[in-house]
């Protein structure tokens, strides 16, 4: 790489974008992490194909307001991104921007600049469907719990179910984090905004962890090692959630042959959904599910999870009575790519 062509403008970029990346992981979950690396690598993608910008033409201006809305119209025309997508990446984008404007003072007109674009209109938000109660149970029963793997499977999916807590923050679970002698077991886990929170969990599901605990750790328990551990890396390393959805599917094909009410699309934050929709169901007040997912907002729960008019209009009257009374980018290696200069090769 001829470093001599680099502008002192995009050395600042990439400078600054390591800085940002660094700053995030104190208080971002992984999955935000990726989805910033995620958008600036499609962005780039962008400026190379797109625009015909390379390591040595790009610059700030690159992140000018036309130039931003020119890329998520590719994406949307190009990648067949839908709006709400486009919008996630347009919110990567201005989350960086805004940082470095709040580092160095000469940036700050971009994310005024920024800050005018519009997000995409979606015309029919998009709502997860819920799994019906026969299938979780159909489910959860399909990997059995004699050998290792369906312990283990068994063991996820019930606590995804009866937890409704994210899949990043179930594998993100430490054995130091539970706490299974007790008279009400619990375990600490930490959402989004690395905001740690108590969890409860029931009887039977502290059996399957405690069995998966003695089949997977033998006698040698690490209080720093995860619950779900990476079968290649071992104890430190965390379970990947790819690959538990990719067993996940197929436990589901064996499900649907004795519940055809199994959904095809399953993966784990479906089990979220359904639990909370379960919860409504069952006359659990709403502010009692939300609390359970750890949402900041009401709202944010109504428009969450998947249910009825008849339920949303149920929930809102119990609020209201009660109230009276939470890409990877395969990069090829070429010194021209702007990739290069943000580190990704090396990622």
Same mark, same amino acid.
């Given at each position: ?170 594998? !993100?679970?430490?054995? &130091?984090?539970?706490? @299974? #002698? ?6 600490? $886990?930490? +959402?989004?905004?690395? /905001? ?18 003695? !089949?997977?750790?033998? &006698?040698?328990?690490? @209080? #720093? ?6 079968? $290649?890396? +071992?104890?430190?390393? /965390? ?109």
């Amino acid at each position: 790489m001829n470093k001599k062509k680099i502008t002192t403008d995009a050395q600042i970029l990439a400078k600054e974008y390591t800085a940002f990346i660094a700053d995030s992981r104190k208080s971002l979950s992984g999955f935000t992490i990726k989805g910033y690396d995620d958008t600036i690598c499609l962005f780039f993608d962008f400026l190379e194909k797109a625009e015909k910008i390379n390591i040595d033409s790009f610059s700030s201006k690159n992140f000018s307001r036309e130039s931003i809305e020119r890329f998520l119209d590719w994406l949307e025309n190009s990648k067949q991104s839908k709006p709400q997508t486009c919008n996630v990446r347009l919110g990567a984008l201005r989350a960086y921007v805004k940082y470095l404007a709040g580092k160095r003072p000469e940036y700050r007109s971009l994310f005024i600049d920024l800050s005018f674009i519009k997000q995409r209109k979606i015309s029919h938000p998009y709502k997860e469907t819920p799994m019906t109660q026969n299938a979780v149970k159909a489910l959860i029963a399909a990997p059995g719990i004699k050998e290792g793997i369906g312990l283990k499977y068994t063991t996820i999916m019930s606590m995804l179910y009866t937890t409704a807590i994210r899949i990043d923050e179930l594998l !993100s679970i430490k054995m &130091k984090d539970l706490h @299974l #002698d007790c008279a009400k077991p619990w375990v600490t $886990v930490v +959402g989004k905004g690395r /905001k740690a929170r108590t969890v409860y969990l029931p009887s039977k599901v502290v059996t399957l962890i405690t069995k998966h605990i003695e !089949s997977e750790y033998d &006698k040698s328990i690490q @209080l #720093d090692g995860y619950l779900f551990f990476s079968p $290649v890396k +071992g104890y430190f390393c /965390k379970a990947s959630a790819r690959g538990i959805n990719k067993q996940i599917k197929k436990y589901a094909l064996i499900a649907k042959q004795q519940c055809s009410e199994v959904p095809s699309d399953v993966h784990c934050h479906k089990f979220r959904h359904s639990s909370a929709t379960h919860c409504l169901e069952n006359k659990m007040r709403i502010e009692q599910v939300s609390k359970m997912l750890g949402h900041q907002n009401i709202k944010t729960t109504m428009d969450y999870i998947g249910i009825t008019d008849k339920m949303r209009e149920e929930a809102i009257q119990n609020l209201e009575d009660n109230a009276t009374k939470s890409i990877k980018p395969l990069w090829k290696k070429d010194d021209k790519k702007i990739a290069q200069l943000f580190g990704f090769n090396n990622r």
